[in-house]
């Protein structure tokens, strides 16, 4: 993936941090947002500069239109293209609010963050993609959003991502004669610190034996796969990084 260029939101800390260091371990320059962890940010850009490759990152409020046109603006002045859109960012609801006590201002950030600044960002790039005849666009999701499954008190958070799936299988669709594809990644349950860290940082897993908590690496080896040249064939999935613990089982009784 040499001189390939991915454009990454919220890429600083958590999934985004760990998906920004492995697509640079592949050979990509990296243009990232971050809002806040600017120390996180100058790391990354170090570790780029350690691996030959250049890692920009751009402080910008992803609920701003304008902020992120503005950004996608100073990844193609540095870089000259953008080959590759990961959609990283998307705010969740960790109180459990009913649909009917949702405010308007709580109600449009939920749409903002995971569903309009994806339009925006798709909007603004594919452009660069069609031009060059290739893409790769990554979305993210959670486990089962492709099914558009109610969730109580998560109704919000779950109707952008259900709209984000179709919106990402759509595009796979109407994209693919020019080159690009779109699929959706949906990651497990990853808590804390774990979701910046390898494999090996935190697991030292005997041979044959199955780790029952994921890391932000099994996530990102999903997502830098999917970015690869050679991944032309798989376009309009929605894949489910969760270890298989949430299929149901008649063994189990369920």
């Not at 260029?5 to 050979?27: E, P």
């Not at 991502?161 to 004669?177: D, F, H, P, V």
């Amino acid at each position: 993936m040499e001189g390939r260029v991915a454009f990454v939101t919220s890429g600083a800390k958590g999934l985004g941090n760990i998906t920004v260091r492995l697509l640079i371990d592949a050979g990509w320059n990296v243009c990232f947002t971050y809002l806040s962890s600017a120390v996180l940010a100058h790391e990354l850009a170090d570790y780029a500069a350690k691996k030959g490759r250049v890692a920009l990152g751009q402080r910008v409020d992803l609920l701003n239109r304008a902020q992120v046109l503005q950004a996608v603006a100073g990844c193609r002045q540095q870089f000259m293209r953008i080959d590759a859109l990961v959609h990283n960012f998307g705010p969740f609801v960790f109180e459990r609010v009913p649909l009917a006590e949702y405010s308007e201002e709580m109600w449009s950030r939920m749409m903002n963050g995971n569903l309009n600044n994806f339009f925006w960002l798709y909007h603004a790039i594919a452009q660069d993609m069609r031009r060059q005849k290739f893409g790769r666009i990554i979305t993210m999701g959670y486990e089962g959003a492709g099914q558009a499954a109610g969730w109580r008190h998560r109704a919000a958070y779950g109707a952008a991502k259900s709209a984000l799936a179709q919106m990402t299988r759509s595009i796979a669709r109407e994209e693919r004669e020019n080159g690009l594809t779109a699929n959706m990644v949906c990651p497990g349950d990853i808590r804390g610190s774990h979701k910046m860290q390898r494999i090996d940082e935190v697991y030292a897993v005997p041979q044959g034996a199955f780790r029952e908590t994921s890391v932000g690496e099994d996530v990102a080896r999903v997502i830098v796969f999917l970015c690869d040249e050679n991944s032309q064939y798989i376009n309009g999935t929605v894949t489910e990084v969760t270890g298989g613990y949430e299929i149901r089982a008649r063994d189990e009784g369920i």
